[in-house]
Nanobody, 115 residues
Framework: QVHVVESGGGLVQAGGSLRLSCAAS????????MGWYRQAPGKQRELVAA???????NYADSVKGRFTISRDNTGNTVYLQMNSLKPEDTAVYYC?????????WGQGTQVTVSS
């Protein structure tokens, strides 16, 4: 059974930092992309950052220069380092895993940035 487990959310003041982790396990299929999306109340889910199996990255314009996506040597765990956080970064952050056959989502982790 495939598991996608996120951790690292929380409450932080504006200007602070948080690091999110996402670990995918139990999949028999190759992971092509791992990334992070977020959804704020009343808004659509949006891409925050993603990394392909080859190491290419993609960031939302709103987080460029502040957020960094990285992964471990296995390629099954990704991290999102979030610096200089702003109140508008407040949202539920979801890990997204795209394999050769299925797309998986984590349960979401709340990030709240106070002003």
């Amino acid at each position: 059974q495939v598991h996608v487990v996120e951790s690292g959310g929380g409450l932080v003041q504006a200007g602070g930092s948080l690091r999110l982790s996402c670990a995918a396990s139990g999949t028999r299929f190759s992971i092509n992309v791992m990334g992070w999306y977020r959804q704020a109340p009343g808004k659509q889910r949006e891409l925050v950052a993603a990394m392909t199996r080859g190491g290419s990255t993609n960031y939302a314009d709103s987080v460029k220069g502040r957020f960094t996506i990285s992964r471990d040597n296995t390629g099954n765990t990704v991290y999102l380092q979030m610096n200089s956080l702003k109140p508008e970064d407040t949202a539920v952050y979801y890990c997204n895993v795209v394999t050769t056959l299925v797309t998986l989502w984590g349960q979401g982790t709340q990030v709240t940035v106070s002003s």
